[in-house]
Structures are given as C-alpha cells and as structure tokens.
C-alpha cells in the first residue's frame, strides 16, 4: 500500500554528494512535501536524530569514519525507534547482512534503488507505525489478568516466564533487577509445580543421583495418573503489586513440616536452594490448606507507599492482605512459622 502522506520526514546518510542529490530526487518524487534531512556519517546522523527524530533514516553502510553499522550501534545503545534502512553498493552484500543483523529493518542494494525504493519505505513505515501505535496503547494500559492452564511439560516455564516479564516491563511495574528476581522466583514456582506437585517426585532423589531424579519425571509423564494433571495458573498485575497463583492437581503436602530453606542445613541441599530463592525474592509467600497451590506477591513502588501510609515498616501478612486481597495462608517473619488466615481453602 503506498501512501505519499505516510512518511513526513527522512535523514538521508551517506558521505557521496552525487548519492545524496540522487536520493533526494527520488523521494521527492514520491513525497514532494516531505522534510529531507542530511548527514554525511553516523556520527552527524545521531547529532541530526537527537535534534528532531525522522520518520525514517536511510544510511550507506561504508562510509569513512564513522559508518552505518555505528550508527546502528549508537541507535540500539539509546533504544531509538525510529526505521532505519540499510544502503550498500554492488558486492557489499556480507555488509549489507551485517547491518541487518545489527538492526537494520530492511536493506536496499544502491544498483535497485529506483525499482525498491517506495516499495521499502512503505513496509517499513507501516510496520514501524503499527509497532508504535502499540507502544501508544500499551502505554495506556494499567493493570492485566492473565491465566493459563500448563501440562507437565517444564520446557513451557521459561518461555511463559519471559512472557510475563515483558508484560510486567511494559507496565512499568519495576526495574530490570526487580524483573529479573521475579523471574527467577516464578521458574522456580512453576517448575516446582509440575515436578514435585503434579509427578510427585521426592527432592530427596536429587541429593545422590539427578538422573534418577529426571527419569522418573520422563516416565511419569506418560503414567496415569500423573499424565491427566495440569498446572493452573494466574497473574495479576496492576499499579499496586504483581500476585500470582499457581496450582497443581497433585495430592498437595504438609507445608508446614518443610525445612526452613534459610537453615544452614537446607542451602546445600538441591531442593532447598529453589523454596530460599522463592522466599527472598518475593515480598509475600502463601499455600492453601492442601499445599497445592502457591501465591506470590510482590509489592510496586505505589504498593510500597501505600503500605507506608498504612504506617507500617513491614510486611505485616495480615494488614497487607487486608488491604489488598481476600485471606490466604501466609508465611510469617519466622521462615519456619507458617500463619494461617481466614479464608484459605
């Protein structure tokens, strides 16, 4: 689809007047009211997208000094999102790989100009305007309830975990160090979930010998009634805190009879290494009854203040769910201690 009002204005890069001028011909041909800027390296073109962003830059990738691949670099370094297209001579062809690789989003050999020129700037601007408008819309987007239904299968867990990350990014939720410990702590959950909720298999088969560990997994995949069992799990996210529920089909377990995963008994062992970094990472910690399902919260900066304003300097399991949830079981300041509050099931 080409559209003469799409692209407003474009940054031509390249260090020949001769390739300029040409260029220049051929947009306006096809844009004669768009604003044509020019630089004649990368350097020169950062200085001219910092100044006023275009709609779109087309750059040589050879040039002296400092070239289109740099210029690539320079633009990733400072997460810009404007389009930039990839121009290189006859035989340049491994550079023009590298300046795709280097995130060009698309590439144009000078010799095809004049046949590929309009074509290319329309996919890519049209492209490039959808991502931006979900930029725009997920901008707008305050708070998110997902839930899925998992099978035995531990390879889904940190793809649906990488998932969840960029969501709980786009929100705004936290930084990347707090994204990352979220992660870790929702790998750990889940594959726990499946691995000792679902296929019940004993921690203790790991201390000696993993592999008999990860063989039985293997084998109880395919064995009723393991096989039939699924992982439910939920996610919610909004301004205050992140929560999630995971919940297996297996026969739950007696949480209160676990080792404290703080103990110095318990960190050398496989099993008590995934309960610690659980508990570190998230604010709140809670089971059901059964033992068959897992809440994790995690407080947002806002969620912090408002905690604050409640006056306490801690995170006190009954005030915070009060104010935020219905009753679930929690762990208290002592890992070993496990407090029970109305309303768990």
């Known amino acids: 689809m080409s559209d003469k009002h799409?692209?407003?204005?474009?940054?031509?890069?390249?260090?020949?007047?001769?390739?300029r001028v040409l260029l220049r011909g051929l947009l306006k041909q096809h844009w004669p009211t768009c604003v044509i800027l020019e630089a004649v390296d990368g350097e020169e073109a950062i200085r001219a997208v910092e100044e006023g962003p275009p709609d779109l830059v087309l750059t040589d990738v050879c040039m002296p000094g400092?070239?289109?691949?740099?210029?690539?670099?320079?633009?990733?370094?400072?997460?810009?999102?404007?389009?930039?297209?990839?121009?290189?001579?006859?035989?340049?062809?491994?550079?023009?790989?590298?300046?795709?690789?280097?995130?060009?989003?698309?590439?144009?050999?000078?010799?095809k100009m004049s046949q590929l020129?309009?074509?290319?700037?329309?996919?890519?601007?049209e492209l490039s305007a959808t991502h931006r408008n979900r930029r725009r819309i997920i901008g707008c987007l305050n708070s998110m309830d997902l839930r899925f239904e998992l099978n035995n299968d531990t390879s889904l867990v940190s793809p649906l975990v990488r998932y969840l990350e960029d969501h709980i990014g786009s929100l705004r939720l936290c930084d990347e160090h707090e994204l990352v410990r979220i992660g870790v702590a929702l790998h750990e959950s889940?594959?726990?979930?499946?691995?000792?909720?679902?296929?019940?298999?004993?921690?203790?088969?790991?201390?000696?010998?993993?592999?008999?560990?990860?063989?039985?997994?293997?084998?109880?995949?395919?064995?009723?009634?393991?096989?039939d069992r699924k992982v439910q799990f939920y996610a919610s996210l909004n301004g205050d805190r992140v929560k999630f529920v995971i919940r297996d089909e297996g026969p739950g377990f007696n949480h209160q009879k676990v080792l404290d995963p703080t103990a110095a008994e318990s960190l050398d062992r496989v099993g008590g290494r995934g309960l610690l970094l659980i508990r570190s990472f998230m604010d709140v910690v809670s089971f059901n009854?059964?033992?068959?399902?897992?809440?994790?919260?995690?407080?947002?900066?806002?969620?912090?203040?408002?905690?604050?304003?409640?006056?306490?300097?801690?995170?006190?399991?009954?005030?915070?769910?009060?104010?935020f949830s219905g009753g679930v079981i929690l762990l208290d300041d002592d890992p070993a201690e496990i407090l029970e509050f109305v309303g768990a099931t």
């Open 66 to 111: 400092s070239g289109g691949l740099d210029l690539l670099a320079a633009l990733r370094e400072k997460q810009s999102i404007v389009p930039v297209v990839a121009m290189s001579g006859m035989g340049n062809e491994e550079v023009a790989v590298a300046a795709l690789q280097a995130g060009a989003a698309s590439y144009l050999p000078k010799q």
């Open 6 to 19: 799409t692209v407003k204005r474009f940054l031509i890069v390249d260090d020949s007047t001769v390739e």
């Open 190 to 227: 889940l594959s726990n979930a499946i691995n000792h909720g679902n296929l019940e298999l004993d921690s203790e088969l790991r201390q000696e010998d993993e592999s008999i560990y990860y063989e039985l997994a293997e084998a109880r995949k395919v064995m009723w009634p393991y096989c």
């Open 117 to 125: 020129l309009v074509s290319t700037i329309n996919m890519v601007s």
């Open 289 to 323: 009854r059964r033992g068959n399902e897992l809440t994790l919260q995690k407080f947002t900066s806002a969620g912090r203040k408002l905690l604050a304003k409640m006056g306490e300097t801690s995170l006190d399991p009954a005030d915070v769910e009060q104010e």
